[in-house]
């Protein structure tokens, strides 16, 4: 499979706890992204890459979240100090910046459980 | 990013033609229409993108038109498996800017299809 993939795709973890998810895009994408996804609601962009360079980050993120792609391929999104607030789907997607129209293609999700 | 308006949900059986109209009165010069599917525990799935006219594919047709305020996406003879959430987006397609790069998802519609 040559989709999008992340990792794990639920995680369980008590209130305090530090957590860390990883993306790995589609091999010739050049830009990646970290979404949030709450029940009943659309995803909710919170950070974007294009190669290792990271080039936006919403104001969503606080400063108990970081992102990373240290060599332009996969990602990985940190929280520190886990909220029962930051239970979400933690979505990851990928796109090439030259033509393709900004089509980003999702993976599967990391979905986080704060006890 | 202009903002776009969709029904909340649509109720339809199979083997019907759907049509989910999307708003988005403050469209850009440069801002292309894209929907996106998504299933329960899923990340979104691409399903079709237009700048203006129509636009055809083998999962779904996309009708804009002249004045690019709305936009109407058809879905042929429906199955069980088509019921899930629908996304219309609004945004740069060919994002040169950094601002542009992400997408911005409104609530969606909920598309059940019955037998």
């Known amino acids: 499979d040559t989709g999008v993939s992340q990792d794990p795709r639920h995680k369980i973890t008590k209130r305090g706890q530090n957590v860390t998810f990883r993306c790995d895009p589609i091999s010739e994408h050049n830009r990646l992204y970290w979404y949030r996804q709450t029940l009943g609601q659309g995803p909710e962009f919170l950070t974007y890459f294009q190669n290792e360079a990271q080039l936006e980050k919403s104001r969503l993120l606080s400063d108990r979240f970081s992102a990373e792609r240290p060599k332009g391929s996969f990602s990985t999104l940190e929280i520190q100090r886990t909220e029962q607030g930051d239970s979400a789907m933690y979505l990851c997607?990928?796109?090439?910046?030259?033509?393709?129209?900004?089509?980003?293609?999702f993976g599967a999700g990391t979905r986080l459980s704060v006890l | 990013l202009a903002k776009t308006t969709q029904p909340i949900s649509m109720d339809s059986y199979e083997g019907q033609e759907v049509n989910i109209t999307c708003s988005h009165n403050?469209?850009?010069?440069?801002?292309?229409i894209t929907w996106y599917q998504q299933f329960p525990s899923q990340g979104p799935r691409f399903i079709i993108q237009g700048y203006k006219t129509k636009v055809t594919n083998e999962v779904a047709s996309l009708f804009i038109p002249a004045d690019r305020k709305s936009s109407t996406l058809s879905l042929p003879r429906v199955s069980l498996s088509d019921t899930a959430v629908y996304y219309c987006?609004?945004?740069?397609?060919?994002?040169?800017?950094?601002?542009?790069?992400?997408?911005?998802f409104g609530q969606g519609t909920i598309l059940t299809v019955h037998p």
């Open positions: 403050n469209i850009a010069t440069n801002d292309y």
């Open positions: 997607a990928s796109s090439f910046r030259e033509g393709g129209g900004n089509i980003q293609y």
């Open positions: 987006l609004v945004g740069l397609a060919n994002a040169g800017g950094t601002s542009y790069g992400k997408l911005t």
